[in-house]
């Protein structure tokens, strides 16, 4: 499994321990103001559980020192090449 992050700033935001909580939020019915700081994405394929995944995000958001993770709803087009 990898996952990759990309920095939307310069700041240097302070790592969170690592039992700290990472909420998982729907991004389409947050109320509050938040700020992004990153994009994490995992790419899991069929070996790695659902729950492996959220997990290994949930680490990656921790050493960037967010607070919780916002999940946006992606359209995902595959094209078949083979014709």
Request: charged content about 25%; cysteine-free; aromatic content about 8%.
């Amino acid at each position: 499994m990898s996952v990759k992050t990309v920095p939307y700033e310069t700041i240097a935001w302070s790592r969170k321990p690592d039992n700290f909580p990472i909420e998982i939020l729907d991004s389409r019915n947050i109320t509050e103001p938040y700020k992004v700081i990153a994009f994490v994405q995992a790419n899991a394929g069929k070996n790695h559980s659902f729950q492996d995944t959220l997990e290994k995000l949930r680490a990656a958001a921790r050493k960037i020192g967010a607070d919780a993770l916002a999940w946006i709803p992606m359209l995902v087009i595959r094209l078949n090449t083979t014709d």
